[in-house]
């Protein structure tokens, strides 16, 4: 390890904060495994094969994080992370069945290897389970605010069966369904980490302001990709929303900036009718770099990302503050 | 109205156990309406088409009925019992698109209409919602209560993807699933009346016994219209499960009760390969009729309702007591 090293916090920030909570994170995923336990043998193999794909675990991490950041140290933190972690499964499981996925993490979408029906009803099973791990918090606040998520989440998932392949849906749509879809969820695992510790007001509404931002950050950041990054850990390949015709922020930016009625009926021919032919994801790609449009989706969620570290403000100084900062950068930044 | 109507309790027993709740069921469908409120409107479309259509609500008059039975009357039972009505209306929902089912209730199954992807979405939305409507209760034991109950019913449903069309499913296993998949929910109805009356443990457990045999009393019942009964107002179609190839217990009976190979080929191939011609219902209904397979269902419904019927004997007679038990007959023997 060499001087400069040292001399600066080394490794990503979220193998930083990893680090600070490694122990609870060891206890996470043995919950993971142990609360697959079933009577019936498809359901620990349908739902491993999911969680046992790794995933970065950023919610499971940010809930555990959080719960530090307040000085909130108990085991019922470990419960959350991993109820936490449950529902975010679980709706992969739903999305995939809903979107006929075929790669999920790298790996063959469970729906392709199980078929829709077991998808569905794992799903289903893990949805429960969460709720039994946050019963054994007895805390009915916590219970509040992932009940509510959960309702938020589903319908961000209904609305955006009316935005896609719909041109015609305005930015503020289109971030409403990012809200509810993916940053109820990074709002909640933030916001019950501080609600368990029995933070502030202030403090718990900062956590919560938090994982909203950060969210919308993250999910900006993976519709930017789509159209810049290269197939990679994530599992995700680059044109995946492309190629299902999904309206996402690079492609509003994109259609908003057509020079003429050709590029127009370009963009309504892949999305719209989602009638795709060899050179039209490269032309899609060249058309964004000529008008910017993955650049504008970055520097979008940079500015949510802003947002998200000044919500961290309430909190006194500490390296987990400011690991917890990095950590947007890092998820905006990130090229896979 | 003349003497002898006069002389006994008249109507049926769910009538006027509904007479004795009808305020309360009042405020229960007021609040199945209301919480269909969403910012997109196909969630009230697709849930309100199902809701709607009616059914018999046995499950969230089972929760009123059993908290009143406990001395309980306030508005929380209430909010619980739609809770359990939205925890079944969704987990129809996802059966509908598990089994692509043509019609539910009479009416085209919702998956039909809208497709399975609101289906499963709309689903999920219905399922946060009734925890949400827990919560409002404050009660974590009702949490718990119910999330067990969820995950129990989510793991029926992946037991019976095992089952289906696979006659060497043994008697034991078909209660498995039947107990699970059925009787979890009307259980944890019964039961969270008592919890939240805050009944004494004893009558707590009768409750959830009263439920658990009630509900598999009831499922068994069903088995057995399905090759006895009429399409009527539940929507069932007679045949129904014959069609789908289903294991249910009549199929079960009649497979053991076959008298040579011809007869176990035939049930092979309308069952586990699923493959049937004109005139296959009517041999499967006369199989049947030879060797009772039917009465035989009937007669192990009757046998759980005794026994529903007798864990009510841990509260003091009381005219609802004899509706609840008078139920039971109603439930067996009911002709669709």
């Known amino acids: 390890m060499d001087a400069m090293t040292l001399a600066r916090p080394h490794g990503k920030p979220l193998d930083r904060i990893m680090d600070v909570v490694r122990d609870d994170m060891a206890a996470v995923d043995a919950i993971l495994t142990e609360q697959l ?67 999920r993490r790298g790996r063959p979408a469970a729906n392709r290897l199980w078929g829709n029906k077991p998808t569905i009803l794992v799903g289903d099973f893990l949805f429960s389970r969460a709720f039994q791990l946050m019963v054994e918090t007895g805390s009915v606040e916590v219970l509040r605010i992932l009940s509510a998520a959960s309702a938020i989440i589903a319908e961000g998932e209904v609305m955006q069966l009316a935005t896609a ?38 403090r718990i509404e900062g956590l919560r302001v938090y994982g909203d931002c950060l969210g ?19 599992g995700k390949d680059a044109g995946d929303d492309f190629r299902e015709g999904k309206v996402t922020a690079p492609v509003l ?29 490269e032309r899609a790609v060249d058309l964004m770099r000529r008008d910017g449009a993955v650049e504008r989706t970055r520097e979008q969620a940079r500015a949510y990302g802003a947002r998200a570290k000044a919500a961290l403000d309430v909190f006194d100084p500490s390296s987990l503050r400011d690991d917890l900062r990095d950590l947007v950068a890092y998820v905006v930044d990130r090229d896979r």
Chains 1, 2 share one sequence.
């Open 253 to 281: 930016n994109a259609f908003a900036s057509a020079r003429d009625d050709a590029e127009r009926a370009f963009w309504r021919r892949v999305i719209e009718k989602n009638d795709q032919e060899d050179g039209d994801l």
């Open 165 to 202: 392949n719909n041109l015609a849906t305005t930015e503020g749509d289109h971030l409403a369904v990012i809200r509810a879809k993916t940053a109820a969820l990074f709002a909640a695992a933030t916001e019950v980490g501080g609600a368990l510790a029995g933070a502030s007001p202030a």
């Open 37 to 103: 336990n079933s009577s019936t043998d498809l359901i620990p193999k349908v739902a491993a094969h999911l969680i046992a794909a790794g995933g970065k675990r950023v919610r499971p991490v940010l809930t555990l994080a959080s719960a530090r950041l307040c000085g909130y140290e108990g085991y019922d933190a470990v419960r959350l992370a991993a109820a936490v972690e449950f529902i975010h499964t679980a709706t992969l499981l739903h999305d995939d069945v809903v979107d006929g996925s075929a790669t």
């Open 216 to 234: 919308i950050a993250f999910q900006l950041a993976d519709d930017a990709l789509d159209y810049a990054g290269e197939a990679g850990a994530t």
